[in-house]
């Protein structure tokens, strides 16, 4: 390896450079054509190092930012982490509207994919049956049929799958509610070609409550079963998820605009690379696809504090500028109501990889919603109605957000990490590795690799390849790792008392 290639600055005001390869005290490194860094301690892969004197008290600039300040005299060369870097970020602040023009180029071009185009106009790019437990008590039951229907139907449509959850009984208040919605929304999610709706029929979600909620549904494409009203509850939901299927069937997989595309974007077991790689190239594919008239959805509010300004002074108005304070603000709201600091992240994993605040974490976080304007702001549950970047409450517990964008109206989750996670949701879940090494490693969970931007591939040639991959997935010609694996997991957010 060049002296060159060992570490890499991203933004011209950066006063720290990434470890491409683990340095070693004393060794080289060149800056540029001419600076040459020597460093001082061992900087691991992924890891940060000085590339000049930083006084104590002096903030740290990484992507052009602050990432906290100096707690003590640091040299040039010397490694930056945990134990010399501290956050800014503390207790609830006040947001003034600096709105910022839209900086993202209209006039990529158009692309198609195969879809399924629904009768409602939204298009899914699988044509699933789906059973959804209305509680957790009939999610073996919910198993058992998915794998009977999956044997006697299976090669009709392109499966038949449950979404088991805990929740749906001796839930309160708002974290009932939130259940209805979050089971609404994946209910129309359009890549469910047809649900049933599976009940116990004693559960605080039954069906008569449910249905207030869930509100008016196509017949043919919903239908429920209350398994305490029958005798046999598998012969019984076994002739309704043949109709289904049969209902299901009619869709064919037709070429449709990108312009249908509804992306959701996640970044889980993050690295110091995360940020530069990953979430950057879907940074440039969520420019894209919201400038040819598709919708995207950025998620994980904790993991946007400390950059939430920039996300906020790209609200497409006033309107939307507020609603993302309120998101920031509540959330935060929610820490402080259980004793908690607000910004107690990153996690371990986060600082092994070489992120050392919360900061530099959601700088990274928040790559992934490129320069996109923000067009909407969006609660859990709640579908996406307006074309462009979405943002939408909830944590970034990887379960948690996966389904929230499920739910949401997503049909393929982007998922980057550095340090990987086999975790898929009930929709396709790309997997995008920040590095190669881990890109090497586990290819049984990767499916993109997107640590081919420090070797050999421009972001451009990289964001072309990532595009049509994408389309692929999105045509059905590619399936990904977690519906390879069988990996389809939903978990619902919870905040109060369980009876």
Not at 143 to 153: F, G, S, V
Request: net charge negative; glycine share 10%; proline share 2%.
């Amino acid at each position: 390896m060049s002296l060159e290639n060992k570490v890499i600055k991203i933004n011209e005001y950066d006063s720290v450079a990434v470890a491409l390869t683990d340095i070693v005290i004393g060794e080289s490194v060149l800056l540029g054509n001419t600076k040459e860094i020597i460093a001082v301690e061992n900087i691991p892969f992924g890891h940060k190092v000085a590339l000049k004197n930083i006084n104590k008290g002096e903030n740290i600039i990484k992507y052009g930012y602050p990432i906290g300040h100096a707690i003590q005299d640091i040299k040039q060369g010397e490694h930056i982490h945990t134990h010399n870097l501290k956050t800014n970020l503390s207790g609830i602040l006040d947001y003034t509207y600096d709105k910022v023009d839209n900086m993202v180029s209209k006039y990529f071009e158009d692309k198609a994919f195969m879809g399924y185009v629904r009768e409602d106009g939204k298009v899914g790019v699988r044509n699933e049956v789906w059973i959804v437990p209305t509680v957790g008590c009939v999610n073996s039951t919910a198993q058992t049929l998915e794998k009977m229907a999956n044997e006697k139907y299976g090669n009709e449509i392109d499966g038949i799958f449950c979404c088991t959850h805990n929740m749906g009984c001796s839930q309160l208040s708002q974290d009932h509610l939130r259940t209805q919605k979050i089971l609404k929304g994946l209910i129309n999610n359009p890549n469910a070609g047809a649900v049933l709706v599976l009940s116990l029929g004693c559960e605080n979600n039954n069906l008569q409550d449910f249905s207030k909620v869930l509100g008016e549904v196509n017949p043919e494409r919903v239908k429920f079963l209350v398994t305490q009203d029958v005798e046999d509850e598998f012969e019984a939901a076994m002739d309704i998820l043949g109709e289904l299927v049969g209902y299901a069937k009619k869709f064919k997989r037709e070429s449709v605009s990108c312009n249908n595309l509804v992306l959701g974007f996640k970044c889980g077991g993050s690295d110091g690379f995360s940020g530069i790689t990953a979430n950057s190239l879907c940074g440039k594919l969520n420019d894209r696809v919201t400038a040819i008239g598709g919708s995207t959805i950025l998620t994980e509010v904790p993991e946007m504090f400390g950059a939430e300004t920039i996300l906020m002074n790209r609200a497409s108005c006033e309107e939307v500028f507020e609603k993302t304070v309120t998101m920031i603000n509540d959330f935060k709201n929610y820490f402080t109501k259980y004793n908690q600091s607000i910004y107690e992240n990153p996690s371990p994993g986060n600082k092994k990889g070489g992120i050392s605040t919360l900061e530099e974490k959601s700088l990274g976080c928040i790559q992934k919603g490129g320069m996109a304007i923000v067009t909407d702001v969006l609660d859990f549950g709640q579908s996406v109605e307006k074309k462009g970047l979405n943002l939408l409450n909830g944590p970034g517990n990887d379960q948690v957000s996966c389904t929230n964008l499920a739910a949401s109206g997503a049909q393929i989750i982007l998922f980057t990490t550095g340090r990987g996670n086999p975790f898929g949701s009930i929709v396709p879940t790309v997997k995008i590795a920040s590095n190669s090494n881990l890109y090497k490693k586990k290819r049984n969970w990767i499916d993109f690799n997107a640590g081919a931007v420090l070797e050999d591939k421009s972001f451009d040639e990289l964001t072309e390849e990532f595009f049509d991959y994408i389309l692929e997935v999105a045509s059905g010609n590619i399936k990904t790792q977690n519906e390879v694996n069988h990996y389809r997991d939903i978990s619902i957010f919870r905040d109060g008392v369980i009876l």
